[in-house]
């Protein structure tokens, strides 16, 4: 069995727990509060600058060539490109730049950054790898799940349509690739811990989920 179906199959019903939350079945109905959704468009623009950073050590780190540039490019557009569809949002929801530069990372969004950073700064290529993968194939698999869902004129179709489409779920099928290809010369220790780190991943992916829909801050500041 490849790594990535053994990995999946272990978190199953972690991911059920995730498409079934009320954070994306409100955003498949387009019922999702708007501040809700705003909350979590300014908390997942801090993130990707965050993952951006662990991308580009996944690149450093890589053993082949092909995998430095795919991690490498993958930096850039987790930044620029997926950004430009936050600028929108931000435009549309009427989030300002200064609104967005003042507002901290919540406890949801920290949590998980420092993890991505502090696993890409500490483990070998093969976790580093792990912990990422969480973040490509939930938000591809909760894309292409909900997109049958949506309903007309849902506010939130961008978001869906960009998590749902051809081109997102190309690239998620070439990190799955690597990994498997990575996982098949490592060690039985060194695939437990990439098991660890991509199930911490995907939990992290709930919390990010869970505190954007109850707008949890530090407390004290709720």
């Known amino acids: 069995m490849r790594f990535s179906q053994a990995v999946w199959q272990r978190n199953l019903n972690l991911y059920r727990q995730t498409l079934a939350h009320p954070f994306n079945q409100q955003l498949a109905q387009g019922s999702l509060e708007q501040d809700v959704f705003s909350h979590y468009i300014i908390q997942d623009a801090h993130y990707l600058v965050a993952y951006g950073r662990a991308l580009a050590i996944c690149g450093a780190k890589a053993f082949a060539t092909e995998d ?31 609104q967005f530069e003042t507002t901290p990372q ?18 070998s290529y093969p976790v580093v790898l792990a912990a990422l993968l969480p973040c490509f194939w939930i938000y591809a698999e909760v894309g292409k799940d909900i997109v049958h869902q949506t309903a007309p004129n849902n506010p939130y179709q961008a978001w869906i349509d960009t998590y749902s489409g051809e081109e997102f779920h190309q690239a998620v099928q070439h990190v799955i690739q690597t990994i498997d290809q ?29 505190g954007a829909y109850h707008q949890r801050q530090w407390p004290g500041l709720d």
Do not use: N, P
């Open 68 to 98: 430095i540039i795919q991690f490498t490019q993958g930096a850039k557009e987790a930044i620029v490109v997926e950004r430009s569809l936050h600028d929108g949002f931000m435009k549309s929801f009427g989030i300002s730049g200064q």
């Open 106 to 123: 919540t406890l949801a969004c920290h949590h998980y950054t420092s993890f991505l950073t502090a696993t890409a700064w500490a483990e």
């Open 182 to 210: 990575v996982a098949e010369h490592c060690d039985a220790d060194t695939i437990e811990k990439m098991h660890q780190a991509y199930t911490r991943g995907a939990e992290l992916e709930w919390l990010f989920w869970d």
